[in-house]
T-cell receptor, first 112, second 112 residues
């Protein structure tokens, strides 16, 4: 079993739709949960992160973590064509490198 | 200085050659990690340096080696290049666990 599982997509939605992106993970030691956005031919950029279980909202983006089910979600409201990118989830644990793992990434396309 | 810069942006090498990729981390970030990202895949962890010492390594052979310098710059060296080493190589720096990583735009290496 991979440490982080993520549906690679592609996911195509019309502009204005609500997008739900999800990851599951296997290591219960993870404590920090990051979402990165990666545009084509660019490095990933940190979008937002949460610590432990709960929700965090930042503008049109909401990150949600359920540690009991090891499930991570990112919701995008009022999606825009500029949101078209690959979204990578990345849980981190205490103590450094061993726990920095990325999912395969979900490719999102928002159609005008 | 803000951000992470990588050089060169593109590189073509012949199988069996050696290559050095360079990264300039964000000032104050003592931790730097290197990742390999094949097309359509998430970043795969190569190794991490903290204050000029390697403190973690992924599942990569010894011909992948690195250095970190006091001025927040670092290098990734790959010896005896193989065709499968063709990928985007990403450098990322962080201040501490849980802060997330700041990525460079990467070096696209093609081995022919």
């Amino acid at each position: 079993q991979k440490e982080v599982e993520q549906d690679p997509g592609p996911l195509s939605v019309p502009e204005g739709a609500i997008v739900s992106l999800n990851c599951t993970y296997s290591n219960s030691a993870f404590q920090y949960f990051m979402w990165y956005r990666q545009y084509s031919r660019k490095g990933p950029e940190l979008l937002m992160y949460t610590y432990s279980s709960g929700n965090k909202e930042d503008g049109r983006f909401t990150a949600q973590v359920d540690k009991s089910s090891k499930y991570i979600s990112l919701f995008i409201r009022d999606s825009q064509p500029s949101d078209s990118a690959t979204y990578l989830c990345s849980p981190e644990g205490p103590g450094g490198y061993q726990k920095v793992t990325f999912g395969i990434g979900t490719k999102l396309q928002v159609i005008p | 200085e803000t951000g992470v810069t990588q050089s060169p942006t593109h590189l073509i090498k012949t199988r069996g050659q050696q290559v050095t990729l360079r990264c300039s981390s964000q000032s104050g970030h003592n931790t730097v990690s290197w990742y390999q990202q094949a097309l359509g895949q998430g970043p795969q962890f190569i190794f991490q340096y903290y204050r000029e010492e390697e403190n973690g390594r992924g599942n990569f052979p010894p011909r992948f080696s690195g250095l970190q310098f006091p001025n927040y710059s670092s290098e990734l060296n790959v010896n005896a290049l193989e065709l499968d080493d063709s990928a985007l190589y990403l450098c990322a720096s962080s201040f501490r666990v849980g802060d997330g990583y700041t990525f460079g735009s990467g070096t696209r290496l093609t081995v022919v």
